[in-house]
Structures are given as structure tokens and as C-alpha cells.
């Protein structure tokens, strides 16, 4: 089987989109030219051409509006805010203009653009240049929101956000860049779908993006202490796929939330809050790990420490569920 | 100088759109948002209109002005004083005023109220209850336009001008030479601040400069002059020289919104704009290009004929049911 880069998945769902529908356009600082920061889109400027791949000023405000007014009128625009903590500044733009139009508007029409940005700690950029953005529109009416943890996923979930009517934040977590996997077997991944990411029947785990890795890693080392342990692949903060994850507590009836985030004001608990409120008969435990309550830190060793790692997740597993590690 | 502009005026009136046929057409749409102001007004003291709302009467010749210079087809983007430039697009009035009063039949269904409203059908690409937002909208607009050969249109206010939305999307238009005209309508207060408290630089249109962008400052009270200046925005945006900033200085008759007497405002300040409606001043060029008291009177009872119409019917309209229009955050 193929292997396929993360960033590279990001760029070739870009290509394949761009080449599929004229009405496709591509923008943002450093992305044509440069091919990005991380390196995430080379080639595409020269292959398609400045119509349709280009660079703009460092506005980000002026190109969540651009996007937004250039969708309602027949293109469908991606954009790359290049890092998710840049996203405070195009909020007016997004929050009340692209997420509100097709409502308000009666549906006389809907808001087509994807905006891409590099999220996440663990790179040692320091407080405004590590921040996942993805609660922040969480309670937004009419924005989805979503974000891959493997290869084949940020491919598929890509191209279905590019053809999707509706404003979507996409969020592509900075550690998974490096990350390969296996090529995807299906053209894109629906939106608003979590994935079972590992199967088991003693405790769910859910976490989204870079997270979805590090439990995979804790449940394998679980496994060695007889705990087995399934993991949901959150996939998408809006809408909310709470019945996956209500399908799985049903099967092991304890879940863990692992957010790299606040537990106030983030994703884990809204949605734990639907889980206890629909399924509290099937729940035995159920928690949250998440970050501490401090903006991300640069030192290597704060920032270890702030971010809850496969080695924390399965220690509070263990503790809660009373094992005791093998060793 | 008015006579000067009415000769320039007469010496052009037979070419295409400059005849006083045409201009006394202008003139009722000019009348028709007069009118519909006052209605709102009235109404909204009734009861009928809900929350606030934003009356753009005293300013009518800038939106008439700019949109008689654009195509069906072309972009505009209003602000939450926007029904001037709904109606001055082509938005039907009975829909508009439907839409002020929450009823099912509302140009958006009851939906967006006085200070969101959207009519694509029309090119009225939205109005924007945050200050600025038209701007960027015009400027998205204006980058589809530039595929399809339109053009796209802000109205927005002084205000507007101290907004990141201005010098973020001024910048871009420039840059990638945008088919865009910013239309600022400078009625020398941001809600209840006089401008010149809270704006460097005294005049707006000379921001343009620092991006290398066109621009004028126009009498807008002075409907000939707002269309000249308009036209020629427009003009060159269409033939690819890129974007234009209009600076249309004009003063609103009522007070920023509704919970607003506009007590601020210096009584000879108001006398002084008041002496130059822009209604009066297009009546004046009228009678002066040759029309009679009765062309205008003929004009005048017909749209108020129309209004009435539009009053009642929206009146008669029912509100939305919200077990049959609730509808959904997405398209599906």
C-alpha cells in the first residue's frame, strides 16, 4: 500500500479541486509562491496559474471578507489563515458575514469557502502561534468545523470541504504535518462523521486531531496491561457526531476526553455535556483531560508538561480505572 | 457653480442616460426612499417595526446617484442604514418594507430585519449591521467581478473609514486592481461623534492616496455630481484601472438610529444642510433643465401612490410561522 505525507494529502487534495472545478480559487500569505510555510501547497501556483492560486497582503480580515464576498457572488474560495491563532483577527468576517448569510438571507444563497489554518502546540512557537481555534467557532450557527488526524482523512476531509456549500474552518494540527500513512481507498470523508479509529470494549477514548495519535499510542500500551481500549476520531467540532460516540460508551460504558485545550470552553465538554445528557444510563465514568488553564508555553519542558501526552493519557486511564502499569 | 453644473448638465442631456427624462426617473427613486423613511419612521413609532432602525433620509442622492451608473447585473454592498441603497439597486419596496415589519414576505422572509438586509436577485450582495462589513463584502464581489466583468460597489459610512475592513480591503483592492468603487457616505457623524473628533487627516478621500488609489470628494446632496463621479468610477473600473474611492459628503435628517434625537447637532448646522436637501436641489435642476412644476407633481404622486401601496400591502402580509420556517444553519 502507498504511503501518503500529511502535508502532502493537504496539497493534493488542493490540486485535485482546483483542477476539478474553474470555480475553485486558492489564497493566502506566503501560499503561491513560497508554497507555504509548512510547506504545504508548492507547485500550486505554477500549475494553475495567478487566477486561480495567489498570494495576499498579511490581512486577514480582508481575506475572510474577500472570500466571503467572492462566494456569495460564484467562486469557491480557499483560503489559508497560516497560523489557527491569526483567526481572532478575520472573526467579523466569518462569525457575522459568511456564517450567517445563508440563514438571514432566506437561502437566496449559501457561503461555498474552506479556511485552512496550521494549528496546535508542541512545536515551541510560543502563546500566539500554537492555539486551536476549533472551540472558538464551535458555538457558531452555520460554520462547520472539522479536522483530520491521519493522512487519508485531511485528504478526503478536504475535498468534501472544498465542495461543501457552507463555510467550513479546516484545522490541520502542526505535529501532523511529518506524519504518513496509508493512501485513502474513498474519494472524500463525509463531514460531520467521527470515526471509530480503534476498536475495543473496556473504555472510549475521543480526542480530535494530534490527540487521536496519542491515544492511539496509550491504548497500545494499555493493551499490554489488559485494558482494551477504543478510540473515536472526533473528526468534526460542527456539527457534533455525539451518536458514534454514544455507540461506543453503549459498548464499553467509560469515556475519556482528551482535549488539547481548556476543559472550560472546549469541545470535550460540550461534548460530554450531549453524551451525559442522552446517554447517563450507559455511562459508568466518564472525564476530561485536558491542558491547563494557561496560554501555551515556550520552554521545551512547560510545554511538555502543558500538553497531555500519550504517556499522561494512559496514566489516567490507569489511575482512574485502578491498574497498575506493567512493567 | 450650480449654474455652471446645470449648463454642463443641459450640453450633455442628449446623450445616453443624461436626459431630463432620465434624471426626473432618478429624481422619484430619490423620493421613493424619502418616502419610505418616513413610513418606516411612522411605523416604527407604531409599533410595526421592531428593534431599531437606521433612516438614511437627507442622504438619497449618493445611492441613486452611484447605482445609476451601474448595470443590473452589478455588485453592491450596503450598511445597516442600507434601505437607500436596497431601493436605489432595485430591491421592491413592499418586499423591503415587508421585511422591516418581520413579515413571511419580506425580501429575506423576516429573517434579516431593517440592518441585514440581502436581495442577490437584484445584485444587493447584503447590508451589514457591523460598520465596515460592506466593505469587505464589495471588495469579494468585486473578485468574482473581475472574472465576469461587473462591478462591485461599498456603500459605507465615515465611521467605516477608522475600520480595519477599510484600509485591510482598500489596500487589496488596489493591489490585485479590484473593480470596486468605495462609496464613502460622509454625514460627518459615527452614530452620535462628530467626525472631525475622532478622524486624522479631515477629509477620507484623501486616504486613497497612500494606496495610490483614485478618488474625489463630491457634493453628495448634488445628485448630477454623485452620478458624474460615479460614472467615472465606474467607467474605469469596468475598463480594468481598478478601484476608486468616492467620498460623498451628505447629512442624515434623523439621528443615528432610533433611541437617538440627535440632539448633538448644532441647530445652525441642520439649517444649513436642511437648506440643501438633496430633493429640493434635484427639483431646482429640473425646473431649470426645462421641466414643469406638473412633470414633478405628476412624479411625486406616483410614488407616493406606490409607497401607500407597499405600506398596505406589507402591513396585510403575514408574519412567518416558525413551525414552517424555522429553518437550518446549513444548506444541505
Not at chain 1, 90 to 107: G, I, R, T
Not at chain 2, 82 to 111: F, I, N, Q, S, W
Not at chain 2, 124 to 133: D, H, R, S, T
Not at chain 2, 137 to 160: C, I, P
Request: with cysteine; proline share 5%.
Amino acid at each position: 500500500m502507498s504511503e501518503l505525507e500529511f502535508r502532502t494529502a493537504i496539497r493534493d487534495a488542493l490540486d485535485e479541486e482546483i483542477e476539478r472545478d474553474p470555480s475553485v480559487v486558492f489564497f493566502g500569505e506566503d501560499v503561491a509562491l513560497a508554497g507555504g510555510v509548512f510547506m504545504t501547497t508548492p507547485g500550486l501556483h505554477e500549475k494553475h496559474g495567478q487566477e486561480r492560486v495567489f498570494d495576499t497582503p498579511i490581512s486577514e480580515l480582508a481575506m475572510a471578507g474577500a472570500a466571503f464576498g467572492a462566494a456569495v457572488t460564484g467562486l469557491r474560495p480557499v483560503i489559508e489563515v497560516m497560523f489557527g491563532d491569526f483567526m481572532a483577527l478575520p472573526m467579523d468576517s466569518l462569525v457575522n458575514q459568511s456564517a450567517k448569510f445563508w440563514y438571514v438571507s432566506n437561502e437566496q444563497a449559501s457561503v461555498p469557502l474552506v479556511v485552512r489554518s496550521a494549528v496546535g502546540a508542541g512545536g515551541r512557537f510560543g502563546a500566539m502561534h500554537s492555539q486551536i481555534h476549533g472551540s472558538w467557532f464551535q458555538g457558531i450557527p452555520g460554520i462547520k468545523v472539522v479536522g483530520a488526524s491521519n493522512p487519508a482523512d485531511a485528504k478526503g476531509l478536504l475535498k468534501s470541504a472544498i465542495r461543501d456549500d457552507n463555510p467550513v474552518i479546516f484545522l490541520e494540527h502542526k505535529r501532523l504535518y511529518s506524519v504518513k500513512g496509508p493512501a485513502p481507498t474513498e474519494e472524500t470523508v463525509p463531514l460531520g462523521k467521527a470515526a471509530v479509529a480503534r476498536e475495543g470494549r473496556d473504555i472510549t477514548l475521543v480526542s480530535a486531531l494530534r490527540g487521536v495519535r496519542d491515544c492511539l499510542e496509550a491504548a497500545e500500551a494499555l493493551a499490554s496491561d489488559g485494558i482494551d481500549v477504543e478510540v473515536v476520531d472526533i473528526r468534526s467540532l460542527r456539527p457534533l457526531d455525539h451518536e458514534t460516540v454514544l455507540e461506543s460508551v453503549a459498548k464499553t460504558n467509560r469515556v475519556m476526553l482528551v482535549e488539547e485545550g481548556t476543559r472550560v470552553g472546549g469541545w470535550a465538554g460540550n461534548l460530554l455535556g450531549i453524551v451525559a445528557a442522552e446517554g447517563l444510563h450507559e455511562l459508568d465514568d466518564a472525564w476530561i483531560v485536558a491542558t491547563d488553564d494557561t496560554p501555551a508555553p515556550y520552554s521545551p519542558t512547560l510545554e511538555d508538561a502543558w500538553l497531555p501526552a500519550a504517556g499522561e493519557i494512559a496514566a489516567a486511564v490507569r489511575e482512574r480505572l485502578g491498574v497498575s502499569a506493567r512493567v | 457653480m450650480a449654474g455652471t453644473q446645470t449648463e454642463r448638465a443641459r450640453e450633455r442631456k442628449d446623450q445616453p442616460g443624461e436626459s431630463p427624462a432620465e434624471y426626473l426617473d432618478r429624481y422619484g427613486r430619490m423620493r421613493l426612499i424619502r418616502r419610505f423613511e418616513q413610513e418606516i419612521h411612522r411605523l416604527f413609532l407604531k409599533g410595526e417595526v421592531h428593534g431599531t432602525t437606521h433612516l438614511s433620509a437627507g442622504q438619497e442622492a449618493v445611492p441613486v446617484g452611484v447605482c445609476s451608473a451601474l448595470e443590473p447585473d452589478d455588485y453592491v454592498a450596503g450598511t445597516y442604514r442600507g434601505h437607500g441603497h436596497a431601493l436605489a439597486k432595485g430591491t421592491d419596496p413592499e418586499a423591503l418594507a415587508a421585511e422591516m415589519l418581520g413579515r413571511a414576505t419580506g425580501v429575506c422572509g423576516g429573517r434579516a430585519g431593517s440592518m441585514n438586509v440581502v436581495d442577490l436577485p437584484n445584485g444587493l450582495v447584503g447590508c451589514f449591521g457591523i460598520v465596515g462589513g460592506s466593505i469587505a463584502a464589495a471588495t469579494g464581489a468585486a473578485v468574482s467581478a473581475q472574472r465576469q466583468g461587473r462591478v462591485a460597489v461599498a456603500f459605507f459610512g465615515d465611521g467605516a473609514s477608522n475600520q480595519g475592513y477599510f484600509h485591510e480591503c482598500l489596500n487589496w483592492a488596489q493591489v490585485f486592481d479590484l473593480p470596486v468603487v468605495y462609496v464613502c457616505e460622509n454625514n460627518f457623524y459615527g452614530e452620535f461623534t462628530p467626525m472631525a473628533s475622532v478622524t486624522a487627516g479631515g477629509e477620507i478621500g484623501i486616504r486613497a492616496a497612500s494606496f495610490g488609489m483614485r478618488s474625489q470628494v463630491v457634493d453628495g446632496n448634488d445628485l448630477w455630481a454623485v452620478r458624474e463621479a460615479a460614472l467615472e468610477a465606474v467607467g474605469g473600473a469596468r475598463e480594468g484601472a481598478g478601484p476608486t474611492l468616492l467620498e460623498c459628503q451628505t447629512y442624515r435628517h434623523y439621528g443615528h438610529s432610533k433611541s437617538d434625537p440627535a440632539k448633538y447637532r448644532p441647530p445652525d448646522e441642520v439649517e444649513r444642510w436642511l437648506a440643501r436637501d438633496p430633493l429640493d436641489l434635484a427639483r431646482a435642476r429640473l425646473l431649470d433643465l426645462g421641466l414643469g412644476e406638473e412633470d414633478l407633481s405628476a412624479t411625486d404622486a406616483e410614488i407616493d401612490a406606490q409607497m401607500d401601496r407597499a405600506v398596505e400591502g406589507a402591513l396585510a402580509a403575514p408574519y412567518p410561522d416558525p413551525a414552517q420556517q424555522s429553518g437550518s444553519e446549513f444548506r444541505e
